[in-house]
């Protein structure tokens, strides 16, 4: 019957390429990108359509032979740092990204490498990066691949040669911004906007001529301080709006609202929709005397294509302040509700509730917590505001345990919507986080500047608690129902942070997970049909595409990204090999294996500090060098251990790393703006003292 159907389907659309072929001619310009669907063979764009639900109608891989599903091709990139990109696949060309921004294109079908492009970002700019040097992606068009760099740059590149054809810097490059999202091409213009809530940016999405790289509009998501001059720019029109729900004056920490990841085209009705982050800082009462909704962080927007002109919005947490960005991806989709086809988009931002919300005109039609939460009793739907929990909002010396936290119910993982089955498929988790002020609130020009004491979020030594803490750490991919609100399936995971999602016409549902595995699942009931183990872990989504009669799908295997990064309680933590791109067929077997390496042993240190500079160490380390070093120097294994490194036994080497910056084109920056020598020898006198826990009990 699906086979049926999706021929149906296609002759409907009148250019459904089944088969694939390496041979398409035809640019991949507007129509062509309008029609993707009639294209389930190549993968075009972000999301796969428009509509970006991650559904292919390709079914050759389905419920049945799934079991003869095999690893066919993969390709070892240069580093292990995480991987988050969605390859696009463009007539039998695979393009996709790595860390650092890099570009690629190989044969879909051998897996040989055609080109490579590398944007040169200098090393320091990883300080800039909260959550790792990852990249979402490239966008094509045009015979053009378009990807957002790390530094700001929007950089379209010859997708034959990988000769860069243009370069424009799309952020103010004496600040903290970074570019980690996938661009999107629409009507002609890349859009693409940013990262950096945490370091104190004021958030933006951009459109530029897809030919020429000239700007065409802007919309700023947080409106200038009371007084200021407008910023020339589409967004001034909404400028009295969104001023009046501000208060005090937010200009030196911008306010946030980056736009660092949705941003969908919606055909229906000639609109991008935009999903808009966090406050900066987060506590609302830092950043608007405690007062005000803050438009429009934490929201969705509605802007005009061509124009960039305000449409509508829907904020999911007003005056936020627990990290809860609703930039998580956004699917558009026809559901019928209450007997009545309704063009809605759907989304489960990190807040922990599911909306599905008029496309027409941005109203709330349901929401419903798809993780456990307590910093509501509900949203009311007449109002589309949530009912706050009394002690959500901390302040003063209160301290707020939030679930789900500031890493989400579900973060930027991509979900996915069949069509056959309506249900939405989410990578979802549990991960609890205190939230407690930073006083007195110092801001460091450049750095971390979230305005909580993440210190207060203490790991402890013995590993009975350490275990303890590790089992309430849950990750799970729900099935669930968008139209009754309800969960229709679970599978549980064996901790948090797994990949993006893949649903398909075979019946099939593709994930990754920290542990390395690639896994399908029977769409309609959970049941698991098929596993892969590739050892590396996966937070990337896979995709699938065919050429000349083979179906294959492909994924972006590293692990990273913010959890990944910083959490000692990843998967195989302390070592992590170098990511790849794996490609599967069926009835393919090739060899496959990664060799797992002794550790260093630690490093004992023959110096005793005293208990304050230690004290002193580890506030210090656990709010500025842990979050690339891991929590208590337990090192997720993507970047150095540092109880391990040699480095820690020598006052002069230390010191020449994290004060005078010797490894800073390698991405460790000198923090001598920042820190005293006398600071960072307390820091080595407390990555010392777990080094001495892991020699003595091997944690």
């Known amino acids: 019957m699906k086979s049926i159907v999706t021929v149906l389907v296609c002759v409907a659309l009148a250019a459904c390429d089944i088969a694939g072929s390496s041979k398409q001619a035809e640019p991949v310009d507007d129509r062509r990108l309008s029609q993707a669907q009639a294209e389930p063979a190549n993968w075009m764009t972000h999301g796969g359509t428009y509509r970006e639900q991650r559904y292919n109608q390709l079914d050759l891989i389905n419920t049945e032979s799934v079991e003869n599903l095999g690893l066919k091709w993969f390709y070892q990139f240069e580093d292990r740092r995480g991987l988050e990109a969605t390859p696009l696949v463009i007539d039998g060309v695979i393009y996709t990204t790595s860390a650092w921004s890099r570009v690629h294109a190989f044969d879909a079908t051998t897996g040989e490498p055609l080109w490579h492009y590398d944007p040169e970002i200098a090393g320091e700019v990883a300080f800039k990066a909260c959550c790792d040097v990852v990249n979402r992606g490239p966008a094509f068009y045009q015979g053009k691949v378009y990807v957002g760099a790390l530094d700001g740059r929007l950089i379209a590149v010859d997708a034959k040669t990988g000769k860069e054809v243009w370069s424009t810097v799309t952020v103010d490059q004496a600040k903290s911004y970074t570019i980690t999202g996938a661009p999107r091409v629409i009507k002609g213009k890349v859009l693409i906007g940013n990262s950096g809530g945490e370091y104190g940016v004021r958030g933006y999405v951009s459109a530029y001529d897809a030919e020429t790289g000239d700007l065409v509009w802007r919309f700023y998501t947080v409106p200038p301080i009371h007084g200021a001059e407008p910023d020339g720019a589409a967004s001034d029109s909404m400028i009295a709006a969104a001023q009046a729900t501000w208060a005090g004056d937010w200009s030196e920490l911008g306010g946030g609202g980056t736009v660092w990841d949705a941003i969908v085209y919606d055909e229906d009705f000639d609109q ?36 960039g ?288 390496p002794e550790l260093a042993p630690a490093v004992v240190v023959n110096k005793v500090w005293e208990k304050a500079g230690r004290d002193n160490g580890a506030q210090i380390y656990e709010t500025t060098c842990g979050l690339c070093h891991g929590a208590t120097a337990r090192s997720s294994g993507i970047v150095p251990d540092l109880r391990r490194s040699p480095i820690l036994a020598s006052a002069e080497a230390w010191q020449a790393v994290v004060h005078d910056g010797v490894l800073k084109d390698r991405g460790m920056i000198g923090f001598s703006a920042y820190l005293s020598p006398e600071d960072i020898e307390d820091v080595r006198g407390y990555v010392a003292e777990r080094a001495l826990q892991l020699h003595k009990h091997g944690n």
């Open 272 to 307: 991008v929709l935009v999903g808009v982050g966090n406050g900066s800082p987060w506590p609302r009462s830092l950043r608007s005397e405690g007062q005000g909704d803050n438009l429009f962080i934490s929201s969705v927007l509605a802007l005009d294509p061509d124009t």
């Open 309 to 596: 002109k305000y449409k509508w919005h829907y904020q999911g947490t007003p005056g936020e302040e627990w990290d809860f960005t609703q930039t998580q991806p956004i699917i558009l989709a026809t559901l019928e509700i209450d007997k009545q086809p309704r063009k809605v988009m759907m989304q489960a931002p990190k807040n922990g509730f599911f909306y599905v919300i008029d496309r027409s005109n941005g109203k709330l039609i349901s929401a419903e917590n798809y993780v456990p939460q307590n910093w509501t009793t509900g949203i009311d739907l007449e109002t589309g505001r949530p009912k706050m929990a009394p002690d959500a909002r901390y302040s003063g010396d209160e301290l707020f345990v939030a679930l789900p936290s500031g890493h989400g119910g579900h973060n930027w993982q991509p979900m996915a919507y069949h069509p056959d089955t309506g249900l939405v498929y989410i990578p979802a988790q549990e991960i609890a986080l205190a939230y407690q002020l930073n006083q007195p609130f110092e801001v460091r020009v450049g750095g971390w500047n979230l305005g909580v004491d993440l210190a207060v979020n203490e790991i402890p030594d013995d590993q009975e608690q350490i275990d303890a803490i590790r089992s309430q750490l849950k990750g799970f991919l729900i099935a669930w129902d968008p139209i009754k609100q309800k969960e229709a399936w679970r599978v549980d995971h064996l901790g948090p942070w797994n990949g993006g999602v893949l649903a398909t016409a075979g019946g099939l549902v593709f994930q990754g997970n920290a542990s390395g595995y690639l896994q399908a699942f029977d769409a309609s009931t959970g049941r698991k049909v098929w596993s892969f183990d590739t050892k590396v872990g996966i937070i990337a989504p896979p995709i699938t595409y065919a050429v000349d009669g083979v179906q294959y799908i492909a994924l972006m295997a590293g692990y990273g990204g913010g959890y990944g990064l910083a959490a000692p309680f990843t998967e195989n933590a302390g070592f992590r090999p170098n990511g790849r791109l794996m490609v599967f067929a069926l009835n393919e077997e090739l060899d496959y294996d990664v060799v797992k």
